[in-house]
């Protein structure tokens, strides 16, 4: 049976409170969400995602103030970011209370929590008595969805409903920074630029490099975001294409004239990163969805802003292994 798409939060707290899951909007992609302390209902996003059981979900909450019911230690890191920032595409490692079980973190002593600022998710995080466990509403290692369309697409037939949000206003994966360790670390670039961090925090934070197997953030393996069909990372189109009727191109301010019309996407024509941001998911969708296509070529963005994000979604889709 394909999943109900809906605005309704009643109909979505029900099923979430007799453990069943939902796929919620968030600004920045949907997730596939379960209540975070009844590890039977967690145990079904690994099942219906066909993700591994050594990579930790995020935890939701509505609000910063409810971080110390879930977390051992408030580092001044923590208070200082949200009172910067409040809710958005941030997300938190801090020792877990033993409340959270240890399906959720993998059995991590830590825990990533996050305060989604999407107004629908806002209301049922606040309305349901316990937080959301959800990782992006995807099958494990393929294209994060941005709207309601996208979960269909891959879950439709696996969850019973999808809360309808419209489009995410973010369009990558939250920032992931682990403030379990005596110094900020970022794990992942995301929707909260570095730069934003870095003057949140007022110094610079520890990048980790991008890495085939990194234990501190299993979800960072390299092979991640795969579109379905080869994709290449080039530093600068080339201005003749090969095989270009076979190519499809993913550029960011404009595409070679010449080329086939729906066989390119422009991020932005306006150059701007959070444009591009927005539309990055949806673009390599449609061009794997080409039936033409047989090989995606994609340019590399500026290393800035919300380009550092992007960048690092289009590595990992490139990635083939050695
Ligand atoms: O924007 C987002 O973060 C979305 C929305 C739905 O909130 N969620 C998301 O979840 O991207 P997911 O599961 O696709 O990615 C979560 C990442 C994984 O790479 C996981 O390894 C990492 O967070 N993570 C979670 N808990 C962790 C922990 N305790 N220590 C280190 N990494 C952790
Ligand atoms: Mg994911």
């Known amino acids: 049976?394909?999943?109900?798409?809906t605005q309704d939060l009643l109909q979505a707290a029900e099923l979430l409170a007799q453990g069943q899951l939902v796929a919620i909007p968030t600004e920045t992609v949907y997730g596939l969400a379960a209540n975070a302390l009844d590890p039977k209902a967690v145990s079904h996003i690994f099942t219906v995602k066909e993700?591994?059981?050594f990579d930790?979900?995020?935890?939701?909450?509505?609000?910063?103030e409810d971080m110390a019911q879930y977390v051992a230690a408030l580092p001044p890191a923590f208070e200082r970011l949200y009172r910067y920032f409040g809710a958005g595409p941030l997300t938190y490692i801090l020792p877990k209370k033993a409340l959270i079980p240890d399906i959720v973190t993998a059995g991590h002593s830590t825990v990533g929590i996050r305060i989604p600022r999407h107004p629908l998710t806002q209301q049922l995080l606040s309305d349901l008595p316990f937080p959301l466990a959800a990782?992006?509403?995807?099958?494990?290692?393929r294209l994060s969805p941005t709207?309601?369309?996208h979960v269909a697409d891959q879950l439709g037939e696996r969850i019973p409903l999808i809360l309808d949000g419209g489009q995410c206003a973010v369009g990558v994966e939250s920032t992931i920074v682990d403030l379990s360790g005596k110094q900020a670390r970022v794990l992942r670039l995301g929707g909260l630029s570095l730069e934003a961090l870095t003057k949140a925090l007022g110094h610079k934070p520890a990048v980790n490099a991008h890495s085939a197997s990194n234990p501190r953030a299993p979800g960072m393996?390299?092979?991640?975001?795969?579109?379905?069909?080869?994709?290449e990372l080039v530093e600068r189109l080339p201005g003749i294409i090969p095989e270009a009727p076979r190519t499809g191109l993913l550029c960011f301010r404009r595409a070679p004239a010449d080329h086939p019309e729906y066989l390119k996407e422009v991020l932005s024509p306006e150059g701007d990163l959070e444009t591009a941001a927005t539309r990055l998911f949806a673009a390599l969708r449609k061009l794997s969805a080409e039936p033409q296509v047989k090989q995606i070529l994609a340019e590399t963005f500026p290393e800035e802003g919300l380009g550092r994000a992007i960048n690092d979604r289009l590595r990992r889709a490139a990635y083939r292994g050695t």
Do not use: C
């Open 135 to 141: 990782p992006s509403a995807n099958i494990f290692g």
């Open 147 to 149: 709207s309601a369309d």
């Open 51 to 53: 993700r591994p059981a």
């Open 56 to 64: 930790p979900l995020i935890v939701h909450l509505a609000q910063g």
């Open 221 to 231: 393996l390299s092979a991640h975001y795969s579109p379905g069909k080869p994709l």
């Open 1 to 5: 049976m394909a999943a109900t798409q």
